[in-house]
T-cell receptor
Framework: EAQVTQNPRYLITVTGKKLTVTCSQN?????MSWYRQDPGLGLRQIYY???????DKGDVPEGYKVSRKEKRNFPLILESPSPNQTSLYFC????????????FGEGSWLTVV | KQEVTQIPAALSVPEGENLVLNCSFT??????LQWFRQDPGKGLTSLLL?????REQTSGRLNASLDKSSGRSTLYIAASQPGDSATYLC?????????????FGKGITLSVRP
């Protein structure tokens, strides 16, 4: 079954404690991306990757890092989380070229206290 | 900068009504538009994808249309049911530099009353 899998699904952490949200897809997709969803602001892109070792900033990259060492994995790293990073995070992937359907993970609820 | 608008933010209808959800976007240079459904606390489920060269797509009781030149799309839901209650998001796919990007509207929260 085609899947985008995120872990953890739910996490409460403290300010400043580094954390990683993993994302894995089993569809051999080149393109992967991270979004955050906040009330009143909708979904906004954090980072994206067009292929292995090719990553770039989206609209709201501050406070986040990503890496793409393997095609299937695209982890989101919060080096020093702050309360304004409390949000619902989605990982997505799709096959290039760009006209193809994008697939989303189930989301990761992150609370930073 | 591409902007996507969905109005109203919330809609409540009685069961059985046919309804239309609207989406507008500011830049017609898109390569597709996608409608998603999101249930509370859940991820995004893709409902319909319309390529820029297409005018509409249908799936069951859902029909989505695209008028790229006017920057509009509609999602038509026939014979609405309580199970259709969810938030509906539209998103346009476009390039910004090398980024194959989706820009989302903020969604329409639909409630279908039994």
């Amino acid at each position: 079954e085609a899947q985008v899998t995120q872990n953890p699904r739910y996490l409460i952490t403290v300010t400043g404690k580094k954390l990683t949200v993993t994302c894995s897809q089993n569809m051999n997709h080149e393109y992967m991306s991270w979004y955050r969803q906040d009330p009143g602001l909708g979904l906004r892109q954090i980072y994206y990757s067009m292929n292995v070792e090719v990553t770039d900033k989206g609209d709201v990259p501050e406070g986040y890092k990503v890496s793409r060492k393997e095609k299937r994995n695209f982890p989101l790293i919060l080096e020093s989380p702050s309360p304004n990073q409390t949000s619902l995070y989605f990982c997505a992937s799709k096959l290039l070229p760009s006209g193809n359907t994008i697939y989303f993970g189930e989301g990761s609820w992150l609370t930073v206290v | 900068k591409q902007e996507v608008t969905q109005i109203p933010a919330a809609l409540s209808v009685p069961e059985g009504e046919n309804l239309v959800l609207n989406c507008s976007f500011t830049d017609s240079a898109i390569y597709n538009l996608q409608w998603f459904r999101q249930d509370p606390g859940k991820g995004l489920t893709s409902l319909l994808l319309i390529q820029s060269s297409q005018r509409e797509q249908t799936s069951g009781r859902l029909n989505a249309s695209l008028d790229k030149s006017s920057g509009r799309s509609t999602l038509y839901i026939a014979a609405s049911q309580p199970g259709d209650s969810a938030t509906y998001l539209c998103a346009v796919a476009h390039y910004t530099g090398a980024n194959s990007k989706l820009t989302f509207g903020k969604g329409i929260t639909l409630s279908v009353r039994p």
